[in-house]
């Protein structure tokens, strides 16, 4: 006990020391030995919470947020990750405020002349090249650009190891300003596989949607990644949402908010249990938390769930006589 007091000390005073997060100085404190491989089937994941950028005029803020990426991926793959989870919004989140042709005084249609295209992607193309080098898995939320007269996709862009776009995800089910004011809706779900680990993804206040994890199940996912900005009345929600979801489908979920709103809910991975497995500090900072998940073919109740739902109780019901349905009688 005291050996592990004494080291978590020297953790904390190295990162006092550098300024690295609590993460980063644990991960550089231990050996220098070259990554351990994952067990086949497993995968390890760093969920992160990031700064935000509200306004996309803002130039040094997306560049403050890409830089704040792509400092985490760094820490993510020497902790012996192979895929980081970001927020929705992770370069740069426009709000409906700062986005509204109306001022800010009045929401309205998205004037999206407002957003750094040009800036976006630069910073875009940084984070794909660092995770061609590091070989890391990247998923991040980002606005994707349509042709006029379309608003843009709010989206999760993956990554591969390799930096190649595998495929993106596009948020369906928007909240009413979304759908109202700023974004085009997507259609369909998205899966991508890792090392034999199936993942989906959700985005947004998609959360609020058991149909969507439903829809997941049904596709053999292993983890849904959901992203979202969150806020300070939807976190705990969300959070409480994500853990049920992972219970109720049997499966992982892995849940990026922004780092400001890690004080009413950080950022995590949910366990198929309905706990958690790993928590980022709830201390407002940009930091990652990791898990190493995959699937469990031995778990019975994912299997049972489904042959649950596909009507084999229907011969076991009891007729009843129409006339004595009473159901406040003995």
């Known amino acids: 006990m005291t050996r592990n007091t004494n080291f978590k000390r020297r953790v904390r005073a190295r990162a006092a020391r550098t300024g690295e ?51 985490l991926m760094q820490e993510a793959r020497q902790a012996g990750a192979r895929l980081v989870h970001f ?6 989140s426009p709000s409906k405020r700062a986005m509204s042709c109306l001022g800010r005084g009045e929401i309205g249609a998205s004037d999206w002349s407002r957003m750094d295209w040009q800036l976006l992607r630069a910073e875009t193309d940084a984070v794909r090249h660092l995770a061609q080098e590091l070989g890391l898995w990247t998923v991040f939320g980002s606005v994707h650009r349509l042709e006029e007269p379309h608003r843009p996709h709010a989206s999760l862009y993956v990554i591969s190891g390799s930096g190649e776009l595998v495929t993106r995800y596009d948020e369906r089910m928007l909240s009413h300003t979304k759908i109202s004011h700023m974004y085009t809706p997507g259609a369909t779900p998205v899966t991508f596989v890792v090392d034999g ?28 990644l959901f992203s979202t900005t969150g806020g300070t009345c939807a976190d705990a929600a969300f959070a409480a949402e994500t853990l049920g979801h992972a219970a109720s489908n049997n499966f992982w979920v892995s849940f990026s908010v ?73």
Not at 40 to 52: D, E, F, I, L
Not at 87 to 92: K, Q, Y
Not at 284 to 308: K, Q, V
């Open 21 to 71: 997060s609590y993460t980063a100085a644990l991960s550089n404190l231990r050996s220098n030995s070259p990554i351990a491989p994952q067990p086949a089937g497993t995968v390890r994941v760093a969920v992160a919470q990031t700064p935000s950028c509200d306004d996309p005029r803002d130039g040094d803020a997306l560049r403050r947020c890409g830089a704040a990426m792509r400092r």
């Open 87 to 92: 927020p929705e919004g992770a370069i740069c």
């Open 197 to 224: 680990v199936r993942f989906g993804c959700a985005l947004g206040m998609e959360v609020h949607f058991p149909e969507i994890f439903i829809e997941y199940e049904r596709l053999e996912v292993d983890c849904v």
């Open 258 to 330: 922004h780092a400001q709103n890690s004080l009413a809910a950080p950022s995590g991975i949910a366990m198929p249990s309905g706990q958690w497995a790993a928590r980022c500090p709830d201390d407002g900072r940009p930091s990652i938390a990791l898990a190493d998940i995959g699937a469990d073919p031995g778990n019975l109740a994912r299997p049972w769930r489904r042959l649950a739902r596909s009507g084999i109780y229907d011969p076991h019901r009891a007729e009843e006589d129409p006339r004595s349905r009473e159901r406040n009688s003995f």
